[in-house]
């Protein structure tokens, strides 16, 4: 397992952006990084994945068109740009890592998961 630290979370407007940053403790540099979200009393449900070298990303539906995910490996980094922000996107957003791309929006395939950075939209 690995190590990961996330910055970015906090409360915005509606309409407003974020960015969540996730800097994973090794610097291999080889791992698929997804962003998973969890509202209270509702299931953690997947938001973002990109693979190793960034050449593979995958988004869920409900956030095409308004966030990205990015990797920056000299830096060691991944980031979910969220633009557009909805009272519906307000959970608590994880960071998980893995080695491989696959199934990359199937949160039982990740080893390694953050604490859990908090985005709150208000309207």
């Known amino acids: 397992q690995v190590h990961l630290a996330e910055s970015g979370g906090g409360l915005v407007q509606a309409g407003g952006s974020l960015r969540l940053s996730c800097a994973p403790s090794d610097r291999t540099r080889t791992y698929t990084m997804a962003w998973f979200r969890q509202a209270p009393g509702k299931e953690r449900e997947f938001v973002a994945a990109i693979s190793w070298n960034g050449g593979d990303t995958n988004l869920a539906d409900s956030v095409k068109g308004r966030f990205s995910i990015s990797r920056d490996n000299a830096k060691n980094t991944v980031h979910l740009q969220m633009n557009s922000l909805k009272v519906e996107d307000t959970a608590a957003y994880y960071c998980?890592?893995?080695?491989?791309?696959?199934?990359?929006?199937?949160?039982?395939?990740?080893?390694?998961w953050g604490q859990g950075t908090q985005v709150t939209v208000s309207s």
């Open positions: 998980a890592a893995k080695l491989g791309w696959y199934e990359p929006n199937t949160p039982g395939t990740y080893k390694s």
